[in-house]
T-cell receptor, first 112, second 111 residues
Framework: EAGVAQSPRYKIIEKRQSVAFWCNPI?????LYWYQQILGQGPKLLIQ????????DSQLPKDRFSAERLKGVDSTLKIQPAKLEDSAVYLC??????????FGEGSRLTVL | KQEVTQIPAALSVPEGENLVLNCSFT??????LQWFRQDPGKGLTSLLL?????REQTSGRLNASLDKSSGRSTLYIAASQPGDSATYLC??????????FGSGTRLLVRP
């Protein structure tokens, strides 16, 4: 069974530039999550989708972050404009209706 | 608001020791609890999933217990090996399938 795929693995940008991350969850998983993990901390939930609807985006900085999950499968997370404090690893995870979560390798963002 | 705490934040033990990692949560109304392992620069790997109706789960040298009423879970690692060195994260899932993480325990097993 293929795992959660994420790209790019690494991205370096200057502040005020934009960046987009892509996630392809495990086939059949209805729930998709985006997490932000700053070095030395546990992952923080940014947004949770159930199929293509948003369940929770209370911690998503909506002035600069946006996410979508068209057709209830792949998802993209965009940051525009980026700030220095956005430097982190962005993790995508999926599950089948609240069951075991499977994570991708993550996308490491460095904002200079 | 659910909060998850992990103690200790870091742990260093000699190879062969049995060890216990602790996780506590403030709201006992959970759907399940998962333990993850994270190696430096990598994503999270699921170790054990305990449903809210279960008391424990075992996988090889790992055993995780759950006491929902007291808001506690422990991860027991038997006969630790240097390859067990990683960060171990505990996370609880609430009724809306929202996953809340602790900040993790960094484990170093010395040869």
């Amino acid at each position: 069974e293929a795992g959660v795929a994420q790209s790019p693995r690494y991205k370096i940008i200057e502040k005020r530039q934009s960046v987009a991350f892509w996630c392809n969850p495990i086939s059949g998983h209805a729930t998709l999550y985006w997490y932000q993990q700053i070095l030395g901390q546990g992952p923080k939930l940014l947004i949770q989708f159930q199929n293509n609807g948003v369940v929770d985006d209370s911690q998503l900085p909506k002035d600069r972050f946006s996410a979508e999950r068209l057709k209830g499968v792949d998802s993209t997370l965009k940051i525009q404009p980026a700030k220095l404090e956005d430097s982190a690893v962005y993790l995508c995870a999926s599950s089948h209706h609240g069951g075991e979560l499977f994570f991708g390798e993550g996308s490491r963002l460095t904002v200079l | 608001k659910q909060e998850v705490t992990q103690i200790p934040a870091a742990l260093s033990v000699p190879e062969g020791e049995n060890l216990v990692l602790n996780c506590s949560f403030t709201d006992s109304a959970i759907y399940n609890l998962q333990w993850f392992r994270q190696d430096p620069g990598k994503g999270l790997t699921s170790l054990l999933l305990i449903q809210s109706s279960q008391r424990e789960q075992t996988s090889g040298r790992l055993n995780a217990s759950l006491d929902k009423s007291s808001g506690r879970s422990t991860l027991y690692i038997a006969a630790s090996q240097p390859g067990d060195s990683a960060t171990y994260l505990c996370a609880v899932v609430d009724s809306s399938y929202k996953l809340i993480f602790g900040s993790g325990t960094r484990l170093l097993v010395r040869p």
